[in-house]
């Protein structure tokens, strides 16, 4: 059985807009808008997507703080809004935009509270609390008021205290929102060998494509509430229609090159530039190139996944005109759009 079970689930908003001086007229939103998916236990997956398309929402009925409008909705077998409390004990969640700490307090007291809320046992309580402190490298915060600590700390600090109790399931929203490349990378390795390691199911949001190549061999992309893609991360090539670049340095400078598969998208002096589909061999351009023209030298651009996940952004439908990454641009490690 999936841990985690939606079928045809929907939420709609009723909000309340000022049309004239006097006038308020009712508008309802579809933040999601027929979900169906299942997540198997174990699995890492990223749920990604573009602002207002429905994430957090879904995230926040997983979790039984929402109630679906329509559609079954199941974590663990249990109806997280139906049984809220017991279901609480199975599964962690962190909001990188809000904090589950106590603001006033020390570290400590927040994770003593967790321990009391959730009835961890002592040795299993220390047990957690110590690996987390070391992987997260915690320990000497462990007496500073939450208010007191960075945007970093205080994430890593939210993400130690929804899995003191062991949950089978954790839901991070945008866990590295806002997070220098050092705490993210601490956060994402602490991540994955939480997953690996413990085998806990991950669900992760976020507008960081890195998190979701270094963490999820599977990725669901949504759009006005609507899944739009369910694969590997891979497939989003394939989906997305990208291309790679092949870059080739001729002895001289000659016409655009012209094989079968590819096409130039650009010359400059004896270099040129050709693209072809990722989902193909580079090989048989390459032998046809070198079997007609002086080649000196070539190199292989990969397409970057940012683009690939813009273009779906913007297109809210699957696959769309090609186009492919642009020649020039190398593939970056940095993120893709910048957090809401
Ligand atoms: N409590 C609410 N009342 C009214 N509308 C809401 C409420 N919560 C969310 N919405 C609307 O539902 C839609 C989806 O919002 P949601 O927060 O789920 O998006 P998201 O995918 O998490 O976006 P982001 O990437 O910006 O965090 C948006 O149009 C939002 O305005
Ligand atoms: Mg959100």
Redesign the pocket.
């Known amino acids: 059985m999936p841990l985690i079970e939606l079928d045809d689930v929907a939420r709609t908003?009723t909000?309340r807009a000022k049309t004239g001086r006097f006038r308020r007229e009712k508008r309802r939103?579809r933040?999601?808008d027929g979900l169906t998916f299942t997540v198997e236990a174990g699995e890492c997956v990223g749920y990604i997507?573009?602002?207002?398309?429905?994430?957090?929402?879904?995230i926040k009925m997983l979790t039984g703080i929402l109630v679906p409008s329509a559609g079954r909705l199941r974590v663990a077998g249990v109806d997280p809004a139906r049984d809220r409390v017991r279901l609480a004990r199975r599964i962690g969640v962190v909001f990188g935009q809000r904090t589950t700490l106590w603001w006033d307090l020390p570290l400590r007291d927040s994770y003593e509270l967790a321990r009391r809320v959730y009835r961890i046992p002592a040795a299993r309580y220390r047990a957690n609390l110590e690996r987390c402190l070391d992987l997260l490298e915690l320990g000497p915060l462990l007496d500073t008021p939450v208010r007191q600590l960075s945007l970093g700390q205080r994430m890593r600090g939210d993400i130690a205290a929804a899995l003191l109790h062991d949950p089978e399931v954790l839901y991070l929203?945008?866990p590295t929102i806002g997070l220098d490349i050092v705490s993210k990378n601490r956060v994402r390795r602490f991540l994955k060998d939480v997953n690996a390691e413990a085998g806990t199911t991950v669900l992760l949001?976020t507008?960081d494509l890195t998190d979701i190549e270094q963490l999820c061999s599977r990725v669901m992309v949504?759009d006005h509430?609507r899944l739009i893609h369910d694969g590997g991360l891979e497939d989003l090539h394939a989906v997305g229609r990208s291309e790679r670049t092949l870059v080739v340095d001729l002895a001289e400078v000659t016409a655009p090159i012209e094989v079968a598969g590819a096409r130039v998208v650009r010359v400059d002096g004896p270099r040129q530039w050709l693209a072809f589909p990722a989902t193909s061999s580079a090989a048989p351009v390459v032998a046809a190139v070198a079997a007609r023209y002086p080649l000196v030298d070539l190199s292989v651009r990969e397409p970057a996944i940012e683009d690939v996940i813009a273009r779906m952004y913007s297109e809210g439908t699957e696959g769309g005109p090609g186009g492919g990454a642009h020649p020039e641009e190398e593939r970056t490690a940095s993120g893709a759009a910048p957090p809401?």
């Open positions: 908003f909000i939103v933040a999601v997507g573009p602002n207002g398309a429905g994430k957090s929402t879904t929203d945008e949001t507008h949504i509430g809401s």
